[in-house]
């Protein structure tokens, strides 16, 4: 099993591009279901996700190759297996985006329920009874989800929280319906305003996307379309706190301001100096920073995915940071890795109180989920001396060649076997 060793305590400096994002990706690469003409996806993020999500769609009968220019084409017109196993699921929940657009495409479904993960227990009964509203006849058995309907139709939805995947697979089922579909309480992320454009593109009538109101008028078909997937916010936001707490000087190249303005706000209150531009993001810091307390909330509130890299920024920011976590009911699991490097933090319910430290210390640590393995990178790389992080495959599910990236910026940083 890989471990990632870092030496810590070098300023970043320099400059990286930031790859496309993997929750842009996901479910643009479903919504080629919903055509049997050729979807071309470019800026596709390597990640262990993404071949996930295509090794699926390939079980299913999807053709998947590589253009001239390494853009994904993805072509459904062989669509003959709409099933989605427990094997595959069970190792990626984005799996449940293949429901709504294999109803919407092939009249049917079976699709295994995702199991709970580590990060909560991420239930999906606000995709099923959207999907329900809109005609499906949809059964759980032997934890796989049996959906099938003749022709969906338009429906008025009303989603009780603000779910992101929930938000795409309705709108993507949507597409195909016949009549309106209204979603209310829609997530108004920016991946799913990337999805609404692709569906667009293909020829499908969204609109409201990125506002919590998004009506979908079905169309019969669908055609295909070229997309380039926009740029990953959780990974510029990763890299900013990384570049901050070490005290360097970084450019991200490919990214951009807009898509996580809470982000750039927080880090600027915890005195780092960020400049935006059209296609980049500058920023430099000196000096220690100020802890910065935090709560987490649907977009554009802070996003739950960098809790826990700010975290990591508060256990060796001066004062004290309170962050509260509103999405998911067990996300503070990197506390207990950050301890073991020396940081200060009290946990109760879903808060947590840091108490910046003079110092980290590298210690031998464990990933437990994605961003988790993603905040204890950024510790190793401000503790003093060596830091060794095992299970990092949950980290190469959503960061391309951190390492590489980070190296390029001057970290001591290395996979080891
Ligand atoms: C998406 O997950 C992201 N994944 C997550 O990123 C992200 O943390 C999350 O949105 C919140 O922003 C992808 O986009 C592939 P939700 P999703 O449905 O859609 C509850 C990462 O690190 N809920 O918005 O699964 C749910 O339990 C990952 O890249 C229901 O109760 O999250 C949670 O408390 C982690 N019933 C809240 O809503 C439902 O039917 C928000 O979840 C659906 C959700």
């Given at each position: 099993?890989?471990?990632?060793l870092?030496e810590g305590?070098?300023?970043l400096?320099?400059?990286v591009?930031i790859?496309?994002?993997k929750n842009a990706?996901?479910?643009?690469?479903c919504?080629a279901?919903?055509?049997d003409?050729?979807?071309?996806?470019?800026n596709?993020?390597?990640?262990?996700?993404?071949?996930?999500m295509l090794?699926l769609?390939?079980q299913?009968g999807v053709d998947?190759t590589?253009d001239?220019?390494n853009s994904l084409?993805?072509n459904?017109?062989?669509?003959?297996?709409?099933?989605a196993p427990?094997?595959?699921v069970k190792t990626?929940r984005?799996?449940?985006?293949?429901?709504?657009?294999?109803l919407?495409?092939?009249?049917r479904?079976r699709v295994s329920l995702p199991?709970?993960?580590?990060?909560?227990?991420?239930?999906?009964?606000?995709h099923?009874?959207?999907?329900?509203?809109m005609?499906?006849d949809?059964?759980?058995e032997h934890g796989y989800?049996?959906a099938?309907?003749?022709?969906?139709?338009g429906?008025?939805?009303?989603c009780?929280?603000v779910?992101v995947t929930?938000t795409e697979?309705l709108?993507?089922?949507?597409?195909?319906a016949d009549?309106?579909?209204?979603?209310?309480?829609?997530?108004?992320?920016?991946e799913v305003?990337d999805?609404?454009?692709?569906l667009?593109a293909?020829?499908?009538k969204v609109?409201?996307a990125?506002?919590d109101?998004v009506?979908?008028e079905?169309v019969e078909r669908?055609?295909?379309a070229e997309?380039?997937i926009?740029?990953?916010?959780i990974?510029?936001g990763?890299?900013?706190?990384a570049?901050?707490v070490?005290g360097?000087?970084?450019?991200?190249?490919?990214?951009?301001c807009g898509?996580?303005?809470?982000?750039?706000e927080?880090?600027?209150?915890?005195?780092a100096r960020?400049?935006?531009?059209?296609?980049s993001?500058?920023?430099?810091?000196?000096?220690?920073?100020?802890a910065?307390?935090l709560r987490?909330?649907p977009?554009?509130?802070?996003?739950?995915?960098?809790?826990a890299?700010?975290?990591?920024?508060n256990?060796?920011a001066?004062?004290?940071?309170?962050?509260?976590e509103t999405?998911f009911?067990n996300?503070?699991?990197h506390?207990?890795?950050?301890?073991?490097?020396?940081?200060?933090i009290?946990?109760?319910g879903n808060t947590t109180?840091?108490?910046?430290?003079?110092r980290l210390?590298g210690?031998?640590?464990?990933a437990?989920d994605l961003?988790?393995?993603?905040?204890?990178?950024?510790a190793g790389?401000?503790?003093?001396g060596?830091?060794l992080?095992d299970?990092?495959?949950?980290?190469?599910r959503?960061y391309?060649h951190?390492?590489?990236k980070?190296s390029?910026?001057?970290?001591?940083i290395?996979?080891?076997h």
């Amino acid at each position: 099993m890989d471990k990632l060793l870092i030496e810590g305590g070098v300023p970043l400096s320099g400059e990286v591009s930031i790859s496309g994002a993997k929750n842009a990706a996901l479910p643009l690469i479903c919504a080629a279901l919903l055509t049997d003409r050729p979807l071309t996806l470019s800026n596709v993020p390597h990640l262990n996700d993404v071949t996930t999500m295509l090794r699926l769609l390939v079980q299913m009968g999807v053709d998947v190759t590589l253009d001239e220019r390494n853009s994904l084409v993805l072509n459904a017109c062989g669509l003959n297996r709409p099933e989605a196993p427990y094997d595959m699921v069970k190792t990626m929940r984005a799996s449940i985006l293949t429901l709504g657009p294999l109803l919407a495409r092939a009249g049917r479904a079976r699709v295994s329920l995702p199991g709970g993960c580590a990060i909560g227990a991420r239930p999906v009964d606000i995709h099923i009874r959207g999907l329900q509203a809109m005609g499906a006849d949809i059964c759980v058995e032997h934890g796989y989800i049996l959906a099938q309907a003749q022709r969906l139709r338009g429906a008025r939805i009303f989603c009780d929280l603000v779910t992101v995947t929930g938000t795409e697979n309705l709108m993507m089922a949507a597409a195909l319906a016949d009549g309106t579909t209204v979603i209310e309480n829609a997530a108004r992320e920016p991946e799913v305003v990337d999805l609404a454009n692709c569906l667009n593109a293909m020829g499908a009538k969204v609109s409201g996307a990125g506002g919590d109101i998004v009506t979908v008028e079905g169309v019969e078909r669908l055609a295909g379309a070229e997309h380039r997937i926009m740029p990953d916010r959780i990974e510029t936001g990763t890299f900013l706190v990384a570049a901050a707490v070490t005290g360097g000087r970084v450019r991200l190249n490919g990214t951009h301001c807009g898509i996580l303005d809470a982000v750039v706000e927080k880090l600027r209150e915890a005195g780092a100096r960020i400049d935006c531009h059209r296609d980049s993001i500058e920023i430099s810091a000196d000096g220690p920073l100020s802890a910065v307390s935090l709560r987490t909330a649907p977009y554009p509130a802070f996003p739950t995915d960098m809790q826990a890299q700010f975290m990591a920024l508060n256990c060796v920011a001066r004062g004290t940071g309170v962050i509260t976590e509103t999405i998911f009911e067990n996300r503070f699991m990197h506390a207990q890795e950050l301890r073991r490097l020396g940081a200060d933090i009290e946990i109760s319910g879903n808060t947590t109180v840091v108490k910046g430290v003079p110092r980290l210390d590298g210690a031998t640590v464990m990933a437990t989920d994605l961003r988790a393995s993603a905040c204890l990178v950024v510790a190793g790389l401000v503790a003093r001396g060596e830091t060794l992080i095992d299970r990092i495959y949950h980290l190469d599910r959503g960061y391309e060649h951190i390492e590489e990236k980070l190296s390029q910026l001057g970290a001591r940083i290395r996979r080891v076997h």
